[in-house]
Nanobody, 125 residues
Framework: QVQLVESGGGLVQTGGSLRLSCAASGRTFSRYTMGWFRQAPGKEREFTAAIRWDGGLTNYGGAVKGRFAISRDDAESTVYLQMNSLKSEDTAVYYC??????????????????WGPGTQVTVSS
């Protein structure tokens, strides 16, 4: 079973930037697609970004495309989410997500991932 620990959340002003990190352990990191989801109060968990196990493909939710960037460092077993041009509607708990199956990519459904505990991101105007 994979263990995931997020860091880097906090309070930022509209238009600002944050970088989230997620350290993974418990399995061979480089074989698994990694992702980020987010959940705002009163809303369902929303796909945000994913990066294929080899780093060769990325995918983004429509609300963040062009502003957020996902990356990974296999040597550190860490996945990152760089968030730029933040808006108040980006306020949410952000969850690191690890694909359940190795060498597989493509699903944006929450059921395909294991989850970290989450980190709060608050964007104030």
């Amino acid at each position: 079973q994979v263990q995931l620990v997020e860091s880097g959340g906090g309070l930022v002003q509209t238009g600002g930037s944050l970088r989230l990190s997620c350290a993974a352990s418990g399995r061979t990191f480089s074989r698994y697609t990694m992702g980020w989801f987010r959940q705002a109060p009163g809303k369902e968990r929303e796909f945000t970004a994913a990066i294929r196990w080899d780093g060769g493909l990325t995918n983004y939710g429509g609300a963040v495309k062009g502003r957020f960037a996902i990356s990974r460092d296999d040597a550190e077993s860490t996945v990152y989410l760089q968030m730029n041009s933040l808006k108040s509607e980006d306020t949410a708990v952000y969850y690191c997500a690890a694909y359940k199956w190795p060498d597989t990519y493509g699903s944006t459904g929450a059921e395909s991932y294991y989850w970290g505990p989450g980190t709060q991101v608050t964007v104030s105007s």
